[in-house]
């Protein structure tokens, strides 16, 4: 089993950063990659970001390229996920989520343990 705890949501204005971290826990077997995902009301989950453990290789959504960094931490078991120049439209409940299989990095299915999330919210 795996467990993981996001933190670092907030409201800031357009422009500013965040920092979201993600503390996972449990078997490290089960994770071989992490992703990041956000959904805001009415809209699908979608991914924002992803890290494979492996090779550290990690992945963006083209509307985050060069403004989001995915990296980890292996030592306190954590993956962050820096945010610059925040947009209104970043706007989201921002989770974290892990899996051990083969799949698209930002297929939201294919991970099987999630976080409860962190509100990110972004005024203009």
């Known amino acids: 089993q795996v467990q993981m705890v996001e933190s670092g949501g907030d409201s800031v204005q357009a422009g500013g950063s965040l920092r979201l971290s993600c503390e996972h826990s449990?078997?490290?077997?089960?994770?071989?990659?992490v992703g990041w995902f956000r959904q805001s009301p009415g809209k699908e989950r979608e991914g924002v970001a992803g890290?494979?453990?492996?090779?550290?290789?990690?992945y963006y959504a083209d509307s985050v390229k060069g403004r989001f960094t995915v990296s980890r931490d292996n030592a306190k078991a954590t993956v962050y996920l820096q945010m610059n120049n925040l947009k209104a439209e970043d706007t989201a409940m921002y989770y974290c989520?892990?899996?051990?299989?083969?799949?698209?990095?930002?297929?939201?299915?294919?991970?099987?343990?999630w976080g409860q999330g962190t509100q990110v919210t972004v005024s203009s």
């Open positions: 989520a892990a899996r051990n299989s083969i799949a698209l990095w930002s297929f939201a299915p294919s991970y099987k343990y």
């Open positions: 449990g078997d490290p077997y089960f994770i071989s990659t």
């Open positions: 890290i494979f453990f492996g090779n550290g290789m990690t």
